[in-house]
C-alpha cells in the first residue's frame, strides 16, 4: 500500500517531518506514546534522554521507536527538551519550600474589567503618572 499517495505510513511520515498537521486522535497516539517513553525513563532513573540517548535506547527500545514513529520529530525534540526544564523547576521549587519560600498567587490585568469599573478606572492611569511627575517638580 505503499504507492498510494493517502497511505498511512505517508501520513506518518508527513506529520514526522512537520510537512501535515497531526489531528485530533494522532496527538491523542503522540501524548499516549511520550507518556508511555517517559514512565519507562522514570523506571530506569533516566531523566535527560538527549544527554543519556544511548541509555534511553538501551532500557526503552519499544517506547522510543513508538514515541519517535508516533509523534513529529520537532515535538518530540521539544518534549525530552521539556521534561529535563520541568525536572529542574520542580527541583528548584522543592528547594525553596525547604528554605521556607512562600508561594503567592499572582494574577495581572492589563485592561480594566468591562462595566462601571472601566469606566471608574478609564484615564485614571494617566493622572496617576501626572501626579507622580507634579511631585517631583515640587
Given amino acids: 500500500m505503499g504507492w498510494w499517495p493517502f497511505s498511512s505510513s505517508s501520513r506518518s511520515d ?15 497516539a503522540c501524548w499516549a506514546a511520550r507518556d508511555a517513553y517517559f514512565a519507562c525513563l522514570d523506571a530506569h532513573s533516566i531523566l535527560d534522554a538527549n544527554k543519556d540517548s544511548a541509555a534511553a535506547k538501551r532500557a526503552c527500545p519499544l517506547e522510543s521507536d513508538v ?4 509523534c513529529a520529530s520537532a515535538w518530540v525534540k ?5 521534561r529535563v526544564a520541568d525536572a529542574q523547576k520542580r527541583k528548584r521549587l522543592d528547594e525553596l519550600r525547604r ?12 485592561a480594566p474589567e468591562s462595566g462601571a469599573a472601566a469606566a471608574a478606572a478609564k484615564g485614571k492611569g ?3 503618572i501626572q501626579d507622580l511627575l507634579d511631585g517631583k517638580k515640587r
Wanted: no cysteine; proline share 3%; aromatic share 12%.
Fill in 14 to 28: 508527513a506529520i514526522r517531518s512537520g510537512d501535515a498537521i497531526p489531528n485530533r486522535q494522532e496527538r491523542a
Fill in 67 to 70: 514515541f519517535e514513529r508516533d
Fill in 78 to 82: 521539544y518534549f525530552k527538551q521539556w
Fill in 99 to 110: 528554605q521556607g519560600a512562600h508561594e503567592m498567587d499572582v494574577s495581572t490585568t492589563f
Fill in 126 to 128: 494617566k493622572q496617576d
